[in-house]
């Protein structure tokens, strides 16, 4: 009986990069994640040239790079099973974000020529040494009706003092699209969100070092932008932060900052939801009114300028942002339709002896803060409804 084989298309890159990351920053966020999984606790992305055609975006880490069979074995592989084979870095112990390699083939949405440079740890049964390898890709020859196993990809592998740092290089060469300030501004937006910013902390071991998390650093001179993508100060200033957690035995508990009376409530409901596992979550309020900005360095119109352009309900598996939940306009828990029918405005008790039945919070909601479109029903003793 004869036999015959699945072949690919290249056009099953295009299906890839243009169509599952169809946002430029978006791409370039996927990258930062590959940084992030190399144990990087530093990645810079810098764009030069790029408000024409023919600019150069060059995203770069120091994290642990890889030797020339890694770059065979798992760069070069797509929906390779090596980062399900392994689930945690080598240095500091972080869960694997990705194991699709939708990244590099994302990097098509952004430019016609990738190069790779990256230097790792070559190991052998001897001695370790370091290499430095290097390809490149020029993605207009990945047309539709080529078998993608037939094109050739060029590249150069030598060995390197043992004193060069490790890390990995990608130039994305040849903007096939010219670069606004409002698609500046995206990117910058997308990379403040990308990672968490209550992140786990997980219990460093003997056998690993403590995790330093990632810095992010935008450097795009054209558009004025140089400097760390870093945590803001902006949530600190909130009127209140509501934090709530769930045991492992379905167990819910509560607690509610309200900064200008530095009290905390807490609430303990007798409700348990035995469906759900392990989660926690935070939400910070805002009230824009004057009041409420007395004493700090953030005017009222700069906080909700703020809150519209970086609200949301966000989602984030791993320390990591899932695109495109929490992107603006996207109600997607459909919970800005439930927020607008409700028409009573926001009641603060300020009265010392106000029980926990009522503490600070709003009776009804109805008013603006970061998030603007969610809301959470928490019990009959904790409030009714709180517009997040």
């Not at 990351?21 to 940084?35: F, T």
């Not at 869960?95 to 190069?115: E, M, P, Y």
């Not at 890390?167 to 910058?188: F, H, M």
Request: include cysteine; proline fraction near 4%; glycine fraction near 8%.
């Amino acid at each position: 009986m004869a036999s015959t084989r699945f072949t690919v298309d290249s056009n099953l890159l295009l299906e890839l990069g243009e169509r599952l990351v169809a946002n430029r920053s978006i791409a370039l966020a996927e990258l930062v994640k590959n940084s992030y999984d190399a144990d990087a606790d530093e990645v810079r992305i810098e764009l030069r040239n790029v408000k024409e055609l023919g600019g150069t975006i060059t995203v770069k880490d120091n994290g642990s790079g890889m030797d020339s069979k890694t770059v065979q074995r798992a760069w070069m592989r797509n929906a390779t099973n090596e980062k399900k084979r392994r689930t945690r870095s080598k240095k500091y112990k972080r869960i694997i974000t990705g194991s699709k390699g939708i990244a590099r083939f994302a990097c098509r949405v952004l430019s016609n020529t990738l190069i790779l440079e990256t230097v790792g740890v070559s190991r052998s049964a001897r001695k370790e040494t370091k290499e430095k390898t290097r390809l490149v890709i020029d993605w207009g020859k990945f047309s539709s009706g080529t078998d993608v196993s037939k094109i050739p990809i060029p590249y150069e592998t030598h060995r390197v003092p043992d004193s060069t740092p490790t890390g990995t290089l990608i130039a994305l060469e040849n903007t096939r699209e010219a670069w606004e300030p409002s698609d500046i501004d995206n990117l910058r937006k997308h990379l403040l969100t990308l990672i968490s910013p209550f992140p786990r902390v997980r219990e460093v071991s003997s056998e690993s070092e403590a995790d330093r998390g990632l810095a992010i650093r935008l450097e795009a001179p054209e558009f004025g932008i140089t400097g760390p993508i870093g945590e803001e100060e902006f949530l600190k200033y909130s009127f209140g932060r509501l934090k709530g957690s769930l045991s492992g035995k379905g167990e819910p508990s509560y607690s509610f900052y309200v900064r200008i009376s530095k009290r905390t409530a807490t609430y303990d409901p007798e409700k348990k939801f035995l469906s759900l596992g392990l989660c926690d979550f935070t939400i910070d309020f805002f009230v824009y009114r004057s009041e409420y900005f007395k004493g700090i360095p953030l005017k009222v119109s700069s906080a909700q300028r703020k809150g519209e352009e970086t609200g949301g309900v966000r989602i984030y598996l791993d320390n990591f942002r899932i695109f495109p939940y929490g992107e603006p306009r996207d109600d997607w828990l459909s919970l800005d339709e439930r927020r607008g029918k409700r028409l009573t405005e926001f009641e603060y008790y300020k009265e010392e002896t106000e029980s926990i039945d009522r503490s600070n919070l709003a009776r009804r909601g109805g008013y603006s803060c970061p998030c603007r479109d969610s809301e959470m029903t928490l019990g009959p003793n904790f409030g009714k409804r709180m517009g997040c």
